[in-house]
């Protein structure tokens, strides 16, 4: 028989993960408003957001908020994001699946900051590469800084031949970032939290998953942004 010292760590411990469940829950949602929140502001930004004809061309959006980069001597960052997909670039966005940033630097250098980091991918391959369980961004994966300003008709190249533009916005300044050597990985706890089960990024995208409410916001502001760049074609 077990004792009573046995039994109660044991159900203390039982307690406290199921109290983290809501609690981890409710970081997802906040992560995803902060999501639609940063779409919003760099869309809005007069002649500083992304090209509204790339937005309206692109097969997925990736929205990685906050992402932290601490440095001293080795560097580091580390971010959870949110990649948004659409089956057909006419269709109307889907499910958010969950992403962890994570990459490294070695170089003389001291200093720490947030930045919210935006990919565009776009094409079907780049959207199949980003939907594996790992994928590590640079030149050799088609990545690279996408322009910034209201129309891309002057930087065609970088439509033309770049599966996935990326951009980063830092203490209000908004630009083309280049993210060599850094992973995105799916998050299979949050899709647990998203979804109530762990759901791998490829089965979210690539079927007919239905959103959960706390993504509602997101998803509207890329239906409306894409339309308005649709609209100005």
Known sequence: MKTLKTVLP???LVI???GAMPLRADKTAERL???ATVLTEIMSAPDQGIPSDLLASAHCVVIVPGVKKVAFIVGGKYGRGFIVCRRDIKAGWGAPAA??????SVGWQIGGSETDVVMLVMDQRG????LQSKFTLGASAGVAAGPVGRKASAQTDAKMTAKILT????????AGLSLGGATLRQDLDENLDMYGQKLRNKQIV???VKPPTSASELISVLNRYSRESGAGK
Do not use: C, N, P
């Open 10 to 12: 044991i159900g203390i």
């Open 16 to 18: 406290v993960a199921a």
């Open 33 to 35: 408003t902060e999501s």
């Open 99 to 104: 992403v962890r940033m994570e990459g490294g």
């Open 127 to 130: 959207m199949e590469r980003l």
């Open 167 to 174: 951009y980063s916005r830092s203490r209000g300044v908004f």
């Open 206 to 208: 690539m079927t007919d």
